[in-house]
């Protein structure tokens, strides 16, 4: 049995043997699946014999076979058909029925191994092409959002290439690498994200998983649990996406040429403006003053707040020219100064912010090519992909091209080669991004956006030239101390452009039917050359980069990887009733980093690019190391089908520690399936299929870097021309030791009325021995930090899908509706001797882990409260600030995690017709947003029109112990209680979020139209992409979107510092094939 | 058969692509390429750093003291959230891991190259005042179980007056050391020089400073102060002064200037806010060192008198209190928002937003960061003014010990008031001395139609204070003695701040402009970064608690100016 259905597959079509005998007819015909459509891909076989075809891409095929001789018709997913060939047999078409039981059956598990699904004991969620491609979004890991249940993505903004990150079924580690291990073709693909900076000095850069053409994308299995990514070690205890390209797939193609083509275009526009309000100007406390806030006189004269009564203002209600009374020009530019002598300002409402944004383009082509040769011994495959992405934000854009080719010989009956390489290049560019608490940046860095939201209505910066005489930027305040948005587009740039390679080289070996020797090499390796500059003038602050910089450097990253694998397959013992098969294989692989460049400071030549044109100079220099060596083994044995029992361990070493440097992990997973054990439990109208399984699987994470060095800071320039050298704050530790995660799953799924499908899985896992890299330890040891193990996370789970096909016709209108829910929570339930492990954002402002709080807990300055829990205001009725809690600990302020997510995709079909939309419901999940802090505190948008009344703070006065009746005005409400508190609970909202995700409309013109045409297949499809969202706890006029990162593609979340809008995407695609 | 070995020899190369052809099966790659490992380790390059980070660490914990007793301006509405506990690590840092831990490893280098001895001496001298200075600031610190990784992760607090004795006795120790005459000199000795001679006056001036701080709690330490005094052999003439001088170059590696310098002397102004009370003192006081201290960019602060006399309009765009009234606590005769002739500041506990005011804020002056001599130019700062950046962090001056020579008289019922005199001569002597830093400045003097004072006004000042002292009833004498060295103090207020809470006085400072500030910082909050980590340092619920030799009435009540 799992001998024949593994042999059509894979086998029969290699043995093309011709017997001739009497009597021998040619039988043709079409085969169709359920709703008539035309199914490619049907293996004919002459039954008892090896003889076969499969259909063309139209469905139709013809056969030889004798009269008396039987064909059987089988396809992945359907019921099998035999029909009996007679001598009037000449022409047999039929319709094929879906299988219930398979539920799509194959899908691909650790290292490419295909397995039928009903088999696995664990979780695998299969994403299909169509729902990848000519989507409006170009980074593949963003067009995931939503797909399946237990996959989270965090984008860091809406700039085209940003970084991103994938999270599946939560956080284990709060120092290791969370995201999952990317797999293409069953090579190991980088995503790492380079950023220019830090998140406080500079935060541009994307993910490399951005360099994947989603176009050349065949089908994605995301293989969630450890139980199912054991084999992969320990870069798969996060989960694994694995993805067959449409040219590394190993799938037999029934055509000898199969060629797509599509080409799509989409607009792109920011899509989290904030609704500004137009009543009122710059100024603080109803005066008018060319300041960041808001809070200045109304746009009309008379009245309380109106700019009648302010002495800044002439009868014409006009102000000085900003440029005509600013000291910085004034005592740098007199001259130019001069030019504005007497010129006047309006005063009115502006929308200079509006106008900053416009619709970027994003357009796209590829091209796939596959075929083979007649005898089908040689197969190959090209792809080509070209994707311009042009942001909303001047001065952003990604390119990116890509070229596979890949082929594969049966050199032999018993060698086969394959291999594929892919060319990438990705160019990124943006204006700089970094973190703003609200008042320009904090770091060395410029920030677009940092500088722009908070514009004040009354300011235009179209209207004030953003240029003094030498290039330096200028700008409305007296003090210049802010960076004209418009100089920041202009003079400050970064670009990443990256070159990358990765492809496979594999040998295949069959010893006998049973017997598998496997070989595969591969190699990804990437190029990214960065380049960060900045014309001198600036107005960050910092003497170093207001000189103006021009920094380069590459990034070199190599993985290698080798795959040795012995399989044995289709044992069967006790009259078939006992399946069989194994493996066993052993793995290295090599990462290797590199980064140098120079950093050069004090630009003479204004706008010239050049290192020869520079001043100063430093050096940027990194480099890392890491082989691990993996042997891992598995074994399978089912028993009548019913039954399916999978054993797996794998042993790792790793070469950046001396001790503790090895581990082996196991992992077991069963599969039973009632319906089929049970006869009598199936029935067409009842239950048509049911699975549980049970999984528990484990795997580590070990130390990256180099954990247990322990180094000396040498500078040359200590002081002068002085060397000195001081002892590193970051103190090895020898015995560092991997952190290990342990899961059990749970799950059921179930087919029923013919209709529904649900897949629920339980989980929880167990982290422990968690690793700090670069764990915080008091001062006073003469250190600062180290790596260290300590404490326990537990955390749990639900995963559920239930896909309901509401109205299904064969003919006609097909509803189905999908829906998919997740929730988990987590709690961090030991940390050693410490009462806090802050591990990213600043030390008194990020995520901690603290016993009993969830991983991922935010913490930071609080309101203060009395014993009761009060809420504490000082006597002139602003809240106090508390440093640390009852306990003496940085208090806790907010959860990022969200409460649940839940992803609704309705679909639509009417023949050819299809019209499909995705809404996301994300309830819950804390978020400090410097974005919403800022616009309310400075007095921006609408939410803060109603300003003239007082305001009085809940709470009680410190002074008194009784209620607090101070009453304050709006810039003490909203600035010195809102975000220029001392209390950073003021900045922290709630992020709950439903957004329409995606709505698309596709029409495939009918098949009798194309008969004349070369085109097998014409699709036009138009779609949209988070076309309406509403964080429905925030402020409404903020219009903010929480799903962005202001910490960049690290641990931290829930963290967000004017680090960027959103955007939305719309527009149309064309794909032909043929 | 033949097949057998076919697939044998395929099995061997594949196993040896796998394994043996690559560099991708070496386990051994443990050493961080990007980093010398601690046996690269030179003596002299630990020196040079723990000079420099000594100096950071004297430079910026002057700065918080000062900014509690309104030498400098404190921006925080009330005490408790004035230093918050993220606010010292960069001290704390500096201090314990940067320099204990070099001196640490710095010592055992010494030693074992032998005739080191004046290297280990200069450690001790240096490590003695950065740990009084950490206790006079946060009270107990970790120091016998300090800068031990491997027996003591988590370190627990030494309870401070044992801190104060051991640094007592690690200046006794350096002073052994400092005269070995067999050991060699240091590579660059940025404070002496390698005037060893010098040194050791340093450390008896330290001790000294320890037994004027305990005096409170011991009742020998005049005494033994006095016996340091009477040897003559401290810090009591200026070329003995113990200080850190600055440079002016500034790359992308180093900034060499004075970080007071560096935040006031920029393109887009003044950065920050000098003390509306300190300005205003010396005004009114006529002290002939106020042009040196301060620079003005502008004549005229707003709902003042200005320079010429003219009145200033109110401008709450530029000064918002400038349209607001005196808060009502303050008495008639404290200064509120806006000082006369253009000094241009802010009040004790302002916190309020930033309004575009750098090109009208006063700025510091030529002493002691090097920036400009106030010639009553009226120009806008910018780059490169003045003496570049090239002053000095004052951390022990000769004319502060006299000002302690004359805390001892008046307490101990000696004469005080030749201390006082010596102490404000050299001070104000060492201050003029900065105007030719200056190279731009007009330095003639007043009756040459200039700016500067003649050495007649210096003299009548110092007369008038003198005789104000001498006449003075008790407090009197400790508000002017106190006045007088809080002026002297400008650039390093630790001093100050133990001054104050050691005597209460000056009692006439500005009150806060909130009237009800909590209670005064009788000790810091522990840093962020040691409280959060360490288990054994619990973090204090609040800034009530006094540090050993404090044993002044509790907070409130004390100080009474608050």
């Known amino acids: 049995m799992r001998t024949k259905f593994s042999g059509i597959l894979t086998l029969l079509l290699a043995f093309v043997v011709q017997l001739t005998f009497a009597q021998e007819k040619t039988i043709s015909g079409t085969v169709s699946d359920n709703s008539g459509l035309p199914l490619p891909g049907v293996n004919i076989i002459v039954k008892g014999t090896s003889n076969g075809t499969q259909s063309d891409f139209d469905g139709n095929y013809t056969v030889n076979a004798n009269v008396g001789q039987a064909l059987v018709f089988s396809y992945v997913g359907f019921n099998s058909v035999e029909r009996a060939v007679t001598a009037a047999t000449s022409n047999i078409s039929l319709q094929l029925t879906e299988d219930a039981e398979s539920l799509e059956e194959v899908v691909v598990t650790a290292l490419g191994i295909k397995k039928e699904k009903k088999a696995l004991g664990y979780a695998v969620s299969s994403i299909k092409e169509e729902a990848i491609k000519d989507n409006p979004e170009t980074d593949l890991t963003r067009v995931l959002q939503g797909k399946t249940a237990g996959i989270e993505i965090t984008t860091q903004n809406g700039i085209s290439g940003s970084a991103n990150k994938v999270i599946i079924r939560g956080m284990n580690s709060f120092s290791g690498n969370n995201n999952a291990l990317y797999v293409i073709d069953g090579v190991p693909y980088s995503n790492d994200t380079n950023a220019s900076g830090d998140f406080v000095d500079g935060n541009s850069g994307s993910s490399r998983s951005f360099d994947i053409d989603p176009n050349n994308i065949e089908n994605i299995d995301i293989l969630k649990g450890l139980a199912a990514t054991t084999l992969y070690g320990t870069d798969g205890r996060n989960g694994v996406i694995l993805i067959t390209t449409k040219t590394g797939s190993t799938k037999n193609i029934s055509a000898k040429q199969e060629v797509n083509i599509s080409t799509s275009y989409f607009f792109n526009e920011v899509a989290s403006l904030p609704d500004y309000q137009d009543k009122y100007g710059g100024g603080f406390d109803q005066a008018f003053g060319w300041f960041y806030s808001n809070w200045g006189p109304g746009f009309y004269e008379e009245g309380l707040g109106g700019w009648g009564s302010d002495a800044a203002f002439d009868e014409n209600g006009t102000l000085a020219h900003p440029y005509s009374t600013s000291a910085f020009l004034g005592a740098n530019y007199p001259d130019y100064q001069a030019l504005y002598e007497g010129a006047r300002y309006d005063w009115k409402p502006r929308n200079s912010v509006e106008q900053f944004f416009k619709t970027g383009g994003v357009s796209s082509i590829s091209a796939n090519f596959k075929g083979r040769s007649e005898d089908n011994k040689f197969n190959y495959g090209m792809a080509f992909g070209q994707v311009e992405d042009e942001g909303f934000t001047p001065g952003n854009k990604v390119t990116r091209t890509n070229l596979t080719v890949s082929g594969g010989a049966k050199l032999t009956n018993k060698l086969n080669v394959r291999g594929s390489m892919t060319y990438t290049k990705t160019n990124f560019k943006t204006p700089p991004v970094a973190a703003s608490f609200g008042s320009s940046t904090f770091g060395s860095g410029s920030s677009i956006f940092g500088d722009l939201y908070y514009t004040p209505r009354s300011i235009d910066f179209y209207e004030l030239p953003y240029e003094a005489p030498d290039g330096s930027s200028i700008y409305y305040r007296d003090d210049n101390a802010i960076q004209h948005p418009l100089w920041t587009i202009q003079n400050a740039k970064f670009s990443q452009n990256v070159n990358r390679l990765n492809g496979f080289a594999s040998l295949d070996y069959n010893f006998n039917d049973n017997i598998n020797l496997r070989y595969q090499g591969s190699i990804d390796t990437y190029s990214e050359n960065n380049v960060n500059k900045q014309n001198r003038g600036g107005r960050t602050g910092d003497l170093v980069t207001d000189s103006g910089f021009y920094s380069t450097w590459n990034n070199t990253n190599t993985i290698s990887d080798h795959n040795l694998v012995l399989s044995g397959n289709n044992y069967s013992f006790l009259n078939d009733n006992l399946g069989f098969n194994f493996m066993a294989g052993a793995t290295s692989r090599n990462r290797k980093f590199d980064r140098i460049g120079i950093d050069s400071f004090g630009q003479q030549v204004f706008d010239f690019f050049n290192h020869e044109g520079f001043t100063d100079y430093g050096y940027i220099e990194y480099h890392e190391e890491r082989n691990i060596v993996g042997l891992y083994g598995q074994l399978s044995f089912d028993v009548n089908n019913w039954v399916f029992l999978n054993l797996s361990g794998r042993q790792d070493w790793v070469s950046n520690t001396s001790k503790n440097n090895t581990l082996f992990y196991p992992s077991a997973s069963m599969s039973f399936i009632p319906t089929s054990a049970f006869k009598g439990m199936k029935s067409d109208k009842g239950i048509n299929y049911m699975k549980l399984r049970v999984g528990y699987g484990t795997s580590a994470n070990f130390s990256s870097g180099y954990p247990t060095a322990t180094g000396l800071s040498l500078n040359t320039q200590g002081w002068l021309d002085e060397t000195e050298n001081t002892t590193n704050s970051f103190v090895g530790n020898p015995n560092i030791k991997p952190e290990l995660f342990a899961e059990v799953e749970y799950g059921v799924e179930m087919k029923l009325f013919s209709r529904v499908n649900l897949d629920l899985t339980y989980f929880t896992r167990i982290t422990e021995d968690l690793i700090i890299g ?33 109205l299904k016709r064969s003919e006609g209108f097909n509803w189905n509706v999908n829906v998919n829910f997740f929730a988990n929570e987590s709690e961090v339930t030991d940390i050693g001797d410490n009462d806090i492990l802050i591990y990213a954002g600043f030390t008194n402002l990020g995520n901690g882990a603290r016993v009993g709080y969830p991983l991922g807990a935010m913490f930071g300055s609080r309101i203060a409260r009395d014993e009761d829990g009060n809420l504490l205001v000082d006597g002139v009725g602003n809240y106090l600030a508390d440093q640390v809690d009852e306990d003496g600990v940085l208090p806790f302020i907010g959860d990022p995690n969200p409460d649940f997510v839940m992803n609704y995709t309705n679909t639509f079909e009417y023949k050819g017709l299809s019209l499909g939309f995705a809404i996301n419901h994300t309830s819950g999940g804390d978020i400090y947003s410097t974005t919403t802090a800022t616009l309310m505190g400075r007095g921006l948008t609408t939410d803060t029109e109603n300003r003239l009344s007082t305001y009085i703070l809940p709470g009680v006065n410190i002074n008194t112990g009784l209620p607090n009746d101070i009453q304050i005005n709006n810039s003490n409400f909203y600035f010195d209680n809102g975000f220029a508190s001392p209390a950073d609970e003021l900045s922290v909202y709630d992020g709950s979020v439903v957004r329409l995700r995606e709505v698309n409309v596709a029409y495939s013109l009918p098949s009798k139209l194309l008969n004349k045409t070369p085109f097998g297949k014409v699709t036009i499809k138009a779609s949209a992409f988070n076309m309406w969202y509403n964080a429905y706890n925030t402020p409404d006029g903020v219009n903010f979107d929480p799903n962005t990162t202001g910490l960049g593609a690290g641990n931290g979340q829930g963290f967000e510092f004017l680090t960027g809008p959103s955007s939305k995407r719309y527009g149309m695609s064309v794909n032909l094939s043929f | 058969m033949k097949k057998i070995n076919k697939i044998s020899v395929l099995l061997i190369l594949l196993l040896g692509l796998t394994f043996t052809s690559c560099e991708t099966t070496d386990l051994d790659l443990v050493n961080d390429p990007n980093q010398v490992t601690v046996v690269n380790g030179d003596l002299e390059r630990y020196m040079t750093a723990i000079q420099v980070d000594f100096k950071s660490f004297a430079n910026a914990m002057g700065g918080n003291g000062a900014s509690l007793v309104r030498i400098g301006q404190m921006g925080s509405v009330n005490y408790v959230n004035a230093f918050a506990p993220a606010s010292t690590n960069f001290e704390w840092r500096l201090a314990y891991s940067n320099m204990f831990s070099d001196m640490k490893n710095a010592e055992e280098l010494a030693t074992s190259l032998g005739a080191r001895n004046k290297h280990i001496g200069v450690m001790k001298v240096l490590k003695a005042y950065t740990l009084m200075a950490l206790v006079d600031y946060f009270g107990d610190v970790p120091f016998s179980e300090a800068t031990n990784l491997a027996d003591f992760p988590q370190p627990n607090l030494d309870d401070d007056a044992s801190v104060y004795a051991a640094a007592i006795s690690m200046l006794d120790d350096a002073k052994t050391l400092l005269q070995d005459d067999e050991s060699i000199s240091i590579g660059v000795d940025y404070y002496y020089n390698n005037n ?61 200037r004075h970080p007071g310098y560096q935040s006031d002397y920029t393109a887009g102004g003044v950065t920050g806010y000098q003390s509306n009370w300190m300005m205003d003192q010396m005004l009114q006081d006529g002290d002939p060192r106020i042009r040196y201290y301060y620079y003005r960019q502008n004549e005229c602060t707003p709902n003042s008198i200005g320079e010429d006399g003219a009145a200033c309009a109110p401008n709450p765009e530029a000064l918002f209190c400038s349209t607001q009234a005196k808060p009502v606590h303050y008495p008639g005769s404290m200064v509120f928002c806006s000082v006369e002739n253009g000094y241009w500041g802010r009040d004790h506990g302002f916190g309020g937003g930033i309004p575009p005011d750098t090109f009208l804020r006063t700025g510091r002056g030529v002493y002691p960061v090097g920036g400009n001599y106030d010639d009553s130019r009226f120009a806008s700062v910018g780059l490169e003014q003045g003496g570049g950046g090239a002053g000095i962090t004052p951390i022990w001056l000769a004319s502060w010990s006299h000002f302690m020579l004359a805390e001892v008289a008046l307490v101990s019922g000696g004469a005080a008031s030749g201390y006082l005199q010596d102490a404000m001569q050299i001070s104000i002597d060492k201050t003029m001395s900065f105007g030719s830093l200056d190279g ?21 000042y110092i007369s008038a204070k003198v005789s104000e002292f001498n006449n003075g009833d008790m407090a009197t004498k400790w508000n002017v003695l106190g006045l007088q060295s809080f002026v002297a103090h400008y650039g390093n207020g630790s001093n100050s701040y133990n001054y104050y809470r050691r005597t209460g006085y000056p009692t006439t400072l500005q009150f806060t402009v909130e009237p009800t500030p909590g209670n005064f910082v009788r000790s810091f909050f522990y840093p962020a970064d040691e409280a959060t980590p360490n288990p054994n340092v619990a973090q204090k619920p609040n800034v009530d608690g006094q540090v050993f030799w404090d044993n002044n009435p509790s907070s409130p009540g004390f100080p009474s100016a608050n």
Do not use: C
């Open chain 2, 196 to 256: 060893f001679d010098k040194w050791v006056k340093l450390a008896n001036t330290l001790k000294m400073n320890a037994y004027l701080n305990t005096r409170l709690v011991d009742g020998d330490a005049i005494n033994k102060l006095n016996a340091i005094a009477n040897s003559g052999n401290f810090i009591a003439s200026t070329a003995d002064d113990f200080q850190f001088r600055y440079d002016v170059v500034v790359n992308n590696q180093i900034d060499s």
């Open chain 1, 774 to 806: 670069n764990n915080p330890i008091p001062l006073s040891t003469g250190a600062g930090f180290t790596s260290t193990n300590v404490g326990e996370i537990k955390s749990w789970g639900i995963e559920a899908e239930l896909g309901l096909d509401v």
């Open chain 2, 440 to 460: 731009e400045a007009d330095l003639s003097t007043t009756d040459n139609g200039g700016t500067v004072p003649t050495s007649g006004t210096v003299s009548d």
